[in-house]
Every structure is written in C-alpha cells, then in structure tokens.
C-alpha cells in the first residue's frame, strides 16, 4: 500500500503532525509504503522559498500584517487567488502522483489538500484524500474541494459541528484530536528526569517555551519570563529557547540577576519535549496547534503567550474559553497574573482537570487506524 503524506513548511506544526503520522505507520503496521513530501517545494521550489520566508518576516515583523492575510484568505479576491494558484500547482503535482501512484494521500496544509481535491475533481486521481486540519479553530481554505476529499480529521466536537454546518457529511469528519508523537502516551520515569535537572518534587515545575519559531515578541516574552523568575511561589523552571541564541543569553542573565541558577534551567533545542511535560505542572507558550496538542495530552494548564494574530490568536481564544488556558495580552500585567495563579492553587487544579475533555493522547493511533482500516475494507 502506498501511502504520501503532503505538508507545506509555513510554521513547524504541520510538518510534525507529518511525521508523527508517518512514524506511526511505519511502526505500527506492515507492508506500507509512506513517503513524506513538502507539497509546495515540489511543485515550484522558487515559490515555496519566497513564500516561507515571507511568512517567516511577516509572522516576527509584521504579525498584524499575517493576521489581516489569514483573515481576507477566507473571502473575496484572496481566497479567489490563492485557490486559482493551487490549481495551477496542482498540475505539476499530478507528474508526482502518476509516478507514485499512492493508494492514499494525507495532506497536513491546505494547499495540498486543495491541489488533491481539484485533481480529483478533474477525474486526474482517484486515490482516497485526507485532510488533517493543524489548528483549534476551523478556517474555510482547509474546506476548498471538500467534496472530493474522503476524511476530515479535526481537533475537537466544535470543529466538527462547524463543518457539518458548511455542508461537509457527518461521516467524513472525525474529532480526533490533532496528532503528536507517540511518546506523549508513554510513561515517564519522573524522579529520574527530576533528578537530572536537579530539580524536587516539592516544587511546582514551569516549562517555559521562550524561543519559538521566528522568535516573536522577544522583549514581551523576556518580561513574561522574569515575572516567573522574580515570583515567590516555591517554583522551579526549565526555559526552552530553542535555536534563538539572542533569547537564550537574555534569560542566562535574568537568571543570574536574580540568582536562581538552582531553580532554573535554560536549554536551547530539545527532543525531550514528552518527559519535560511529564514533570511539568505548567505549560507556558504560543498557542500553535502542536504545542497546544502535546500540552493538553500531559493535562497541562497553559499561560500563552505571542500568538500570530490569525490562527493562534483564534486557538488562545478557544483555549481560554475552555478554562485550560490564560492568555496574558500585551496590555495585562503578566506579574500580577501569575501571581494570582499561584495564589490559588484550586484555579490551576480546576484548569488541569479541565485539560481532560480536549485531550487526545490517541490522536495520531486513531487516525492511522480509522484510515488503513478504511482502505482495506474498501479494497
């Protein structure tokens, strides 16, 4: 069985929920052939390193800008180009599909959902196509061709009801969560991670996600740090700044400043995300897709913080809504926030517990399921 799995490299989150998927599959079942494809860079090389890095600078110097894009995408003249562009992609795309001849396409981005659908439309492929949306809120260009795409797979029970209102039949859509590794359902030995940072179980442990992608509202997310740095409820931290040198060196010093070297830690890049949140009792981060996923999967309340306007402002929103999540906006004064919290530890229980009903540890096992199941019964 030949199965592609398309992404598109416009923010890390749909690239990961590829390869979790892939790895899954290769691991878990025999006799697949899964291949991972950037959509983008294949049908035009040029285009996808002009547009990735645009939104690269739009998203760290001109978030509002995103934002404004993200939201006229969905009508008008946009949405009209951007799906007339994908159909024109679409056909050097068709080159790759005749000579891989899947039996399945998976797209984790729009885009190569779009150019699917449309090469199904025009009776070019007939292979079955699923759409797995990255995000916590629906946005139309995922809908593009929805009747030549086979399965919707989308975060929560609200997604799903919205798509049923846009037309698309019940039995195509699947809330199952968006997938993550599967290193997230293992279980973790705590003591000894905690041992490893030096760290005491008496303590309340902070994962704080300071670097992020494009290193966005650098001098926001240093305030936002201090603040639990400087805060006096018996916490410990383990700061991840990623591959944002310049971020990693300023918290360096806030931690000097304050002489916490014993309590907080700063770590650049890291694969150790699953058993980092195995000894966290709080997440703090922008609100992408994957971190919420992986997050929420832990049972873990989140402060978010830096969210591109756009996609992750409309997943703050729904986090907050829920009563898993604080979202501290540029106006808040993030150091009387966090203190309140830790004031009342009932609040933070209360947002843990809440974590439950969005979680889905499964996600990726039951996608991968749900589609080989569904292609061997239809074989």
Not at 131 to 160: E, R
Not at 208 to 229: A, C, D, H, N, P
Not at 343 to 350: C, F, I, Q, R
Request: aromatic share 10%.
């Amino acid at each position: 069985m030949k199965i592609l799995i398309f992404y598109a490299s416009y923010g890390g989150g749909h690239l990961n929920a590829a390869k979790a998927i892939e790895s899954y599959m290769l691991n878990c079942y025999q006799n697949i052939d899964v291949e991972l494809i950037d959509c983008i860079k294949y049908v035009n090389k040029t285009v996808e390193k002009i547009t990735t890095a645009a939104y690269r600078e739009m998203a760290k110097k001109a978030p509002w800008a995103w934002g404004k894009i993200y939201s006229n995408s969905q009508k008008g003249p946009l949405a009209h180009i951007t799906t007339k562009s994908n159909i024109i992609m679409a056909i050097k795309l068709l080159r790759l599909l005749r000579e891989k001849k899947p039996d399945l396409i998976i797209s984790t981005h729009p885009f190569g959902s779009q150019m699917c659908s449309y090469l199904k439309r025009k009776g070019k492929i007939t292979c079955k196509l699923a759409t797995i949306m990255t995000d916590f809120a629906p946005h139309d260009q995922w809908l593009v061709g929805n009747d030549f795409t086979d399965y919707y797979f989308v975060a929560h029970d609200k997604m799903k009801q919205h798509l049923i209102c846009k037309g698309i039949p019940e039995p195509k859509i699947y809330a199952t969560g968006i997938p993550i590794s599967n290193r997230f359902s293992e279980l973790h030995d705590t003591q000894k991670i905690l041992n490893q940072y030096q760290f005491s179980d008496k303590k309340q442990t902070v994962l704080f996600f300071g670097g992020g992608e494009y290193g966005l509202g650098k001098t926001r997310t240093t305030q936002i740090f201090e603040s639990f740095v400087q805060c006096d409820y018996n916490l410990q931290i383990i700061a991840i700044a990623g591959k944002n040198l310049k971020m990693k060196t300023t918290f360096e010093e806030i931690v000097k400043k304050y002489n916490k070297l014993d309590t907080v830690k700063i770590l650049e890049f890291t694969n150790e995300v699953p058993e980092l949140m195995s000894i966290a009792d709080m997440v703090v981060t922008k609100p992408g897709g994957l971190t919420t996923s992986e997050s929420l999967a832990s049972h873990l309340p989140m402060i978010l913080i830096n969210p591109i306007p756009g996609q992750e402002e409309e997943n703050a929103e729904f986090l907050e809504s829920k009563g898993i999540a604080i979202w501290i906006k540029k106006s808040d004064d993030a150091s009387q926030i966090i203190k309140n919290l830790f004031a009342h530890p009932e609040k933070l229980k209360t947002m843990r517990k809440n974590t439950s009903f969005l979680a889905k540890p499964n996600s990726t096992k039951t996608i991968c399921d749900t589609l080989l199941l569904n292609l061997e019964t239809t074989k």
